[in-house]
C-alpha cells in the first residue's frame, strides 16, 4: 500500500511539474518581450527627438550637393542631392541612435524629408506636409523640415498650433513608427503579439528649442 501511494505522488508531481512549466515559461517570455519593448520604445522615443534637435547644426539655407548620399537601415543608402543638409544631419543621427534591436524591427516606410506640415490638418487637409522633391521615400524616420533656398525663397516647416511660434519660427518634427516582430526569436513560442511602436519629437531652433 505504501509503495502504491509512493508511486501515486510521484506520478501527480510529474503530472504537475508537467502542467506548470509551460505555464511558467509562457509567462517568462512574455514578461522578456515587455520588456525589450519599453527598451525599444525609449530608444525610439530618443532617437526621433535627437533628430529633431540635430537638424539645428546645419544652416537653414544649406543644400546637399550632387551626389551626396546618407545612412540607411540594413545598408541601404539614401540620396540626399537636392535635399535640406539638415534632413540629412537627422537621418544621420536617427540611424546612428538606432542601432541596436533593428533585426526585431519591421519598419513602415516613410519620406525621409517633408515641408509644410501644420497640426491643424485634421481641419484641412490641404495642410498636410509635401515631400521634398527627390526626397527617399523608403526611409525609417520622416522629418517635416523647413528651409531657405539659394534664392532666397522660404520653404515652410511645420506650425504647431499649440505650440503658437513666432512668425517665421518653424517646428522641426520627426517621427518614425515600427512593428516589433518575435518570430524569428526564441520567444517566438511563447509571444503572439506584434506590438506598434510609434514615436514622435519636436523641437524649436535656439533659445527656444525644447
Request: glycine share 8%; net charge negative; hydrophobic share 40%.
Amino acid at each position: 500500500m505504501r509503495r502504491s501511494r509512493r508511486r501515486g505522488d510521484d506520478a501527480q508531481a510529474v503530472l504537475e511539474t508537467a502542467l506548470v512549466i509551460p505555464i511558467l515559461l509562457f509567462l517568462i517570455c512574455n514578461f522578456i518581450a515587455v520588456m525589450v519593448q519599453v527598451t525599444v520604445q525609449q530608444q525610439l522615443n530618443s532617437a526621433t527627438a535627437l533628430a529633431a534637435q540635430s537638424r539645428f547644426q546645419a544652416p537653414e539655407s544649406a543644400v546637399d550637393p550632387a551626389g551626396t548620399r546618407c545612412c540607411g537601415a540594413h545598408g541601404v543608402t539614401l540620396v540626399t542631392a537636392g535635399l535640406p543638409t539638415g534632413c540629412r544631419y537627422a537621418a544621420e543621427t536617427f540611424y546612428g541612435t538606432m542601432i541596436t534591436y533593428t533585426g526585431l524591427l519591421r519598419w513602415q516606410a516613410a519620406t525621409l524629408c517633408t515641408s509644410g506640415g501644420d497640426s491643424g490638418n485634421e481641419t484641412n487637409p490641404r495642410l498636410d506636409p509635401v515631400a521634398y522633391p527627390g526626397s527617399p521615400a523608403h526611409a525609417e524616420v520622416s522629418c517635416d523640415i523647413g528651409s531657405v533656398k539659394a534664392g532666397g525663397a522660404v520653404v515652410p516647416g511645420y506650425v504647431d498650433r499649440t505650440l503658437d511660434p513666432p512668425s517665421g519660427l518653424d517646428v522641426v518634427t520627426c517621427s518614425a513608427a515600427a512593428s516589433l516582430d518575435f518570430a524569428n526569436t526564441p520567444l517566438a513560442w511563447g509571444v503572439f503579439w506584434t506590438p506598434t511602436l510609434h514615436a514622435q519629437a519636436e523641437a524649436l531652433p535656439p533659445p527656444f528649442r525644447q
